[in-house]
């Protein structure tokens, strides 16, 4: 069965550049979810999209930003990284039946590390 | 905003042996609870799900419970194996008009030793 899939897979970027990571949904997933996971930690929510409208955002920093695509891939933009930055981004996509989410299912994200 | 507590931190069982793990949730409104079972590096991977409106749900060797009045809800594993040996993590949020977004607990690093 079609999965997640997250490009790239790793990525390493100075202090101070930006960073574009994508995401493609499981084929008839509407909705995209984006987590920031950092070592030893839990994934925290960053932003969702349902049918290529912003629906809700967590923790997500100014310097990052986020949109869904026609074809309901996402893209998270990240600008002026941080050291912080580093973490394991994860994009996990659900189809959305009856105005009710379903099942959230995860990518293989994307290792950033930022020097 | 939902908060999700989750202990043990870490576990650690002989083969055989069952484990359990154990989340408390703090938004009443919250109507889904996932399990996810994380190897290092790796996705988070779904083993279950229960919804408000079920007590008890078990496939093969794993089963969730939630008690809703209490606001807490419990994951086991039976006959466990090495292979059962990552971080899992819980779960909660409200399924409901635009919202969905999952609110983990700190996870449990669960070691099974043979």
């Known amino acids: 069965a079609a999965g997640v899939i997250q490009s790239p897979r790793h990525l390493i970027k100075e202090k101070r550049e930006t960073a574009t990571l994508k995401c493609y949904p499981i084929?008839?997933?509407?909705?995209v979810y984006w987590y920031q996971q950092g070592p030893g930690q839990d994934p925290q929510f960053l932003i969702s999209?349902?049918?290529?409208?912003?629906?809700d955002k967590g923790s997500i920093p100014d310097r990052f930003s986020a949109q869904q695509f026609s074809d309901y891939h996402s893209e998270l933009n990240m600008s002026s990284l941080e050291l912080g930055d580093s973490a394991l981004y994860f994009c996990?996509?659900?189809?959305?039946?009856?105005?009710?989410?379903?099942?959230?299912?995860f990518g293989p994200g994307t290792r950033l590390t930022v020097l | 905003g939902e908060n999700v507590e989750q202990h043990p931190s870490t576990l650690s069982v002989q083969e055989g042996d069952s484990a359990v793990i154990k989340c408390t949730y703090s938004?009443?409104?919250?109507?889904?609870f996932p399990w996810y079972k994380q190897e290092l590096g790796k996705r988070p991977q779904l083993i279950i799900d229960?919804?408000?409106?079920?007590g008890e749900k078990k496939d093969q060797r794993i089963a969730v419970t939630l008690n809703k009045t209490a606001k807490h809800f419990s994951l086991h594993i039976t006959e466990t194996q090495p292979e059962d040996s990552a971080v899992y993590f819980c779960?909660?949020?409200?399924?409901?008009?635009?919202?969905?977004?999952?609110?983990f607990g700190k996870g449990t690093k669960l070691s099974v030793k043979p």
């Open positions: 229960i919804r408000s409106n079920v």
């Open positions: 779960a909660a949020t409200f399924y409901g008009g635009s919202q969905g977004n999952l609110i």
């Open positions: 996990a996509s659900s189809p959305r039946s009856g105005g009710r989410t379903d099942t959230q299912y």
């Open positions: 938004d009443s409104a919250s109507n889904y």
């Open positions: 084929p008839r997933h509407d909705t």
């Open positions: 999209f349902y049918e290529k409208m912003q629906s």
